[in-house]
């Protein structure tokens, strides 16, 4: 299992991010289809004026997860899937949607079987 680092996701409003959202790592690239990835992620955000924030995920283990105060800006959390997974900021109060970031689980490519141009077997 491969991991590669960081990404973000902002909105803007009149130009300006209102809020990012940054996934650390962003990739988990697994050996199969059929294996999990067994990862670790950090989540940080940071909002032009200080609210309190909850993060919303289709991640089964964590469906709703809300901070208890403005100061909180991240969220470390260990993830055991075979899908892709989806996670939105959302102002507490007011539930509108501030940011996302996505974790993309790419299975590496099969390899492929070299067929043989020879018999197995020789007479000389």
């Given at each position: ?41 950090l989540l ?52 509108q949607t ?27």
């Amino acid at each position: 299992m491969f991991c590669i680092l960081y990404a973000n996701s902002a909105l803007a409003i009149d130009g300006e991010a209102a809020a990012t959202l940054s996934l650390s790592p962003q990739f988990c690239i697994t050996a199969s289809e059929e294996q999990n990835c067994d990862i670790e992620l950090l989540l940080n955000w940071h909002t032009a004026i200080p609210q309190v924030v909850c993060i919303l995920s289709n991640y089964q283990a964590l469906p709703k997860w809300c901070a208890d105060s403005a100061d909180i800006k991240a969220l470390s959390l260990k993830v055991s899937t075979q899908e892709d997974i989806q996670f939105i900021l959302i102002n507490k109060l007011t539930h509108q949607t501030l940011a996302g970031a996505q974790l993309n689980i790419t299975p590496t490519a099969e390899p492929q079987a070299r067929r043989r141009f020879r018999n197995p077997w020789s007479l000389f």
